[in-house]
């Protein structure tokens, strides 16, 4: 569990017209600042608020809070890693964000059969960013193509579509790593589980995913299996 609180605010008005719907920002490293979950409030009525829970389990607990703030308290680590690790690349970091949005539902943590069909919303929605970027980046789409698409089959509103679309323009690939790394994740866990049976330690496995800090998706394969010991039978 992470040390540094996390605290829920709205976004800024000076960006909020631009900013996505949620983000997180991560604990100062003297504890005088704690996590922080921003939720975009502009314009409330574009807003899909059947997401809101699904989005607050990857930005902040037990997403992005949990990843980032773990990371910045691991004493063993050069400040380099602990406070840049996120350099290495997004997919290690957005891959646990998407994992922690199925691993909610795994615990029970959705209310109700609409805050769930939130969560389906957002897998839809991620599935279609992935056309969307690579549209761009290596299809030549121009921005309205991907807007229209957006809006047509994943259902954002035109503020959202618009918002995304923007973001996706100015970070190359960025879309294509929360998949990337969701399915890095989740075929570890599986080929573990597969290992150790009823032995198999899901809190190890997770502690060991967090543990070490961001990593290259190709160091995580390579390591991690060596990292988890089975439990007790």
């Known amino acids: 569990m992470p040390k540094a609180p996390c605290e829920v605010r709205p976004v800024e008005t000076y960006m909020e017209a631009e900013a996505p719907p949620a983000f997180y920002n991560p604990p100062a490293p003297d504890g005088s600042r704690p996590g ?18 699904t989005t ?31 350099m290495v690349g997004a997919s290690y970091a957005e891959g646990w964000g998407l994992y922690s949005e199925r691993l909610a539902d795994e615990l029970g943590l959705f209310e109700d059969a609409r805050e769930r069909l939130g969560m389906l919303d957002a897998q839809a929605w991620r599935a279609a960013r992935l056309v969307v970027d690579t549209g761009i980046h290596a299809l030549r789409w121009d921005r309205r193509r991907s807007v229209e698409f957006l ?38 866990r599986t080929d573990l589980e597969a290992r150790d049976g ?36």
């Open 151 to 188: 809006r047509r089959v994943a259902g954002l509103s035109q503020l959202e579509a618009e918002t995304e679309t923007d973001r996706y323009i100015t970070w190359p690939g960025q879309a294509l790593s929360y998949m990337t790394g969701q399915r890095v994740i989740q075929s570890l």
């Open 56 to 86: 607050t389990y990857h930005e902040a607990t037990p997403g992005h809070h949990f990843q980032i703030a773990i990371e910045s308290e691991l004493d063993g680590l050069p400040d380099l890693r602990r406070f840049g690790g996120r």
């Open 36 to 53: 922080l979950y921003f939720i975009n409030t502009y314009e409330p009525g574009s807003r899909r608020i059947h997401r809101l829970a």
């Open 198 to 233: 009823v032995r198999f330690d899901l809190k190890a496995f997770h502690d060991a995913v967090l543990g070490h800090g961001s990593l290259p998706l190709a160091t995580l394969q390579r390591e991690l299996p060596g990292w988890v010991a089975p439990g007790a039978a």
